[in-house]
């Protein structure tokens, strides 16, 4: 049974921090390639950042490049979201996501159930 299990998440005020982490289970993580999603209220999911399956390559979204930062624990079966210096529209439900393509292009995807962050004062 797949799992991806988000925690972390909570309240904070405007330039505080936050570390997400996301627990999976169930496949073969170090295979995967691995995200934060984000939604906020009324917003459209969107990317917020990617590693890929042996920690090469990350990217980010502009909204928070230089501010988050993503890793992954192969060991542990562990992705990591640090968010620093957080802002209110940094307010969303943050979701955790699992990717894999095969050879010929079909793609096995996995998410979490989500976890909320709120950033306010």
């Known amino acids: 049974q797949v799992q991806l ?3 972390g998440g909570g309240l904070v005020q405007p330039g505080g921090s936050l570390r997400l982490s996301c627990a999976a289970s169930g496949f073969t993580f ?3 390639a691995m995200s934060w999603y984000r939604q906020a209220p009324g917003k459209e999911r969107e990317l917020v950042a990617t590693i890929s399956s ?3 390559s990350t990217n980010y979204a502009d909204s928070v490049k ?3 930062t993503i ?3 192969n060991a542990k ?3 990591y979201l640090q968010m620093n210096s957080l802002k209110p529209e940094d307010t969303a439900v943050y979701y955790c996501n699992a ?3 095969r050879r010929g292009g079909e793609k096995s995807t ?3 159930q989500g976890i909320q962050v709120t950033v306010s004062s």
């Open 30 to 32: 170090s295979r995967y």
């Open 66 to 68: 230089g501010r988050f």
């Open 5 to 7: 299990v988000e925690s």
């Open 77 to 79: 079966n562990t992705v």
């Open 71 to 73: 890793s992954r624990d």
């Open 110 to 112: 996995y998410w979490g």
């Open 54 to 56: 042996a920690s090469s």
């Open 99 to 101: 990717e894999y393509t």
